[in-house]
């Protein structure tokens, strides 16, 4: 049995009752989010497109790759090509999928799918109504050290930057 105890635009709050091996029910609370995409944007380059925002969880501004939510129904390759353009202006002529990912499934029920972008074009950012996003470019080289200094924080970027990391070695 679900019992739904908060609802927002972005996802819900469910109570679960699970057995546990003394027989006892237990209830557990989870997070249940409809699904995210993170986008690994690499310039002709190989320079990467990274951008800072503000995030009000955290109440301070965090380095990371573009990433966003699906919309209901929506396949993640349109949400990816959707956000990349929303948060950085770049359209990108191809997209693929690398992985998907857990974010935190202790308590959190999403799934988070990493897309490389290539080909990248720019243009105008789309962003909604409350983000300040600025982009940042810079090398591999220069990510990767940003990790080992603290400054890139963010759990699926730091798998994203990974990822090309060990792909390029």
Known sequence: M????FSSRVFKVVKRFITGRSGVQLERHIIVHPGAVVILPELSDNRIVLIR??????????????????????EPIIT???ELIEET?????????????LSSPGFIKEEM????ATGLIA????????EKIESLIVSLDEAMKMITKGEIKDAKTIIGLYWLHNKQA
């Open 123 to 130: 243009g105008p950012t789309a962003m909604e109504d409350g």
């Open 80 to 82: 990816a090509r959707r």
């Open 53 to 74: 925002q503000h995030r009000v969880s955290v109440d301070g501004e965090l380095i990371e790759l573009p990433a966003g939510t699906m919309e209901p129904k929506e």
């Open 89 to 101: 202006g770049y359209s990108a002529e191809s997209v693929s999928h690398i992985m998907t990912f």
């Open 2 to 5: 679900n019992d739904i105890i």
């Open 113 to 116: 799918h990493l897309f490389h």
